[in-house]
């Protein structure tokens, strides 16, 4: 130090006190900030980087505090949906009851339009349900809640995404192809003498691409094969596609002759256009001709009915190929006018299949039904005599007076609970993906908050130990004033008197 001694003007050891003083008294009051808030910064001053940092860490534990309680808000709106579709899926089993009850064929013209009349209140109440069911004023299951974004997270972008078509009951149901008034080739065809036109078509060789609610594939089609194995071809892409398919072979035969003419021929079933599982049928009379394809229904998997007209009709219900090969006696005739086409044993006419080889060979395709619960289409459909985009039967549109449309019924209630069940599935599978999200969130909002402590959380014990230290040193410094101030009082006594 320098300096007159001695000096009663300038005191260098109380201006140098008083500094150390200061300094002590701000760090005295530091401490005691932090040990009063907990914390180790509470300004920028303290520390500007880490008060940026902190602020960071602030900002995402609050956006993460609201995506919670977003979250929470999204379940509780999807447990709103979901008891409704359940609901829905109530009154569809009740439904399917009457369907089935009504395709009995026991029940009385008026009892069927009683069971009518309850399938009407059904499908109105589940028409009810879907209009009325909402949640904060938004309507969930009337088809307008559609892209929809709960937001999940602290950052944009993390969102969970929902939409939900309508469960009206004019909004769900079968959807299925029309048969094409384009056809390119007719349903039955005959060798060696060309194609029968007939209602429907055969199929040309080429390629199916089905586009579902599920996604896109591509089905081949051969021109002889079965509507059995292209039926199951599609169903084995049902997974990707959401569209399943059903196979169903008939033909008409219009028998000539009378009730005593003889038939001779050989029947059978196939894949393609080779005949498989042949019998042999011999019979007298259209009756006869019916008991005796029925007699061989077990092998051959071909059931003969008569109907209205005196005809009989072959039905193949898995779909594979009828075949009628080596006509000995017996006259048939396949189609409709002009273009009728009449085949037997002594037949070798105008127009009609030339008897070559043992008979003519009569080949029918059968038809494949696209079904899916939600809408489809299917590039090309014409190739098996379908229009491209599929159509709506919805459970609304259900009759069961009579018993053929009680048996559509209970196909269109099907894929109607269907629907809602992979409706119900989806809202499901969102509300597990928001549990498993409010989970993860806790565990991230834990991990913040211990990594904001780490950054402006107070060390309670050090502060304590400094702050000791401070007081200390503020009392030194107090001392060393006191002690400065009478030093220098002290030369005042040399002072003359």
């Known amino acids: 130090m320098s300096g007159a001694i001695g000096s009663i003007l300038s005191n260098f050891g109380a201006l140098e006190a008083l500094d150390g003083l ?8 530091t401490l ?5 808030t907990g914390l180790s910064i509470n300004s920028p001053a303290d520390n500007p980087a880490g ?29 709103t949906a979901q008891g409704a579709v359940q609901q829905q899926l109530n009154l569809a089993q009740k439904l399917n009851s ?4 009504a395709a009995n064929g026991t029940q009385t013209p008026a009892e069927a339009q009683s069971l009518q009349g309850v399938v009407s209140q059904l499908t109105g109440q589940v028409t009810t349900i879907a209009d009325q069911t909402q949640f904060n004023d938004i309507g969930l299951l009337n088809g307008t809640f559609s892209g929809v974004q709960f937001q999940v997270g602290a950052d944009e972008g993390q969102t969970i995404d929902l939409s939900i078509n309508s469960t009206e009951a004019d909004a769900i149901g079968l959807n299925t192809l029309n048969s094409s008034s384009t056809a390119a080739a007719p349903l039955f065809k005959a060798s060696p003498s060309g194609a029968v036109t007939a209602a429907g078509s055969a199929f040309t060789a080429g390629s199916l691409t089905l586009h579902g609610s599920a996604g896109s594939a591509k089905v081949k089609v051969t021109a002889n094969e079965s509507a059995a194995t292209l039926a199951q071809s599609i169903n084995g892409l049902t997974n990707q596609t959401n569209i399943s398919a059903q196979a169903n072979t008939s033909v008409v035969l219009k028998v000539k002759g009378g009730s005593g003419s003889a038939f001779d021929f050989t029947l059978g079933n196939g894949t393609a256009a080779d005949s498989t599982d042949d019998v042999s049928i011999s ?5 006869g001709l019916i008991q005796a394809i029925n007699n061989a229904t077990s092998t051959t998997g071909i059931a003969a009915t008569e109907n209205s007209s005196g005809n009989v009709v072959l039905t193949q219900n898995q779909g594979q190929n009828i075949t009628v090969t080596g006509v000995t006696n017996g006259s048939f005739t396949v189609g409709n006018g002009a273009s009728a086409k009449t085949f037997g044993g002594a037949t070798n006419a105008a127009g009609a299949f030339t008897a070559a080889s043992g008979g003519a060979t009569l080949v029918a395709q059968g038809r494949v039904s696209f079904q899916s619960d939600q809408s489809f289409s299917v590039g090309d459909a014409n190739l098996v005599g379908l229009q491209s985009q ?16 009680a048996n559509n019924a209970i196909n269109v209630i099907k894929f109607a609970i269907q629907g809602l069940n992979n409706i119900g599935g989806s809202l499901g599978a969102v509300q597990q993906r928001l549990q498993a999200t409010l989970q993860n969130l806790s565990t991230t909002n834990t991990n913040l908050q211990n990594g904001l402590g780490v950054v402006q959380d107070a060390n309670i014990p050090q502060v304590s130990e400094q702050l000791t230290e401070a007081q200390i040193q503020a009392q030194a410094g107090v001392s060393a004033l006191r002690s400065s101030t009478t030093i220098q009082q002290a030369f005042l006594s040399l002072l003359p008197q």
């Open 51 to 79: 008060f940026i940092q902190a602020q960071g860490f602030d900002a995402q534990i609050n956006g993460i505090t609201q995506a919670s309680a977003n979250a929470n808000e999204g379940i509780s709106l999807l447990q």
């Open 283 to 287: 019979a007298t009379g259209v009756s």
């Open 390 to 405: 599929s159509t709506l039967d919805s459970l609304s549109s259900i009759n069961v007076t009579t018993q053929n449309g």
């Open 98 to 101: 009457i369907a089935v009850q």
């Open 32 to 36: 005691e900030t932090e040990l009063s």
């Open 22 to 29: 200061a300094s002590t008294q701000g760090e005295n009051n």
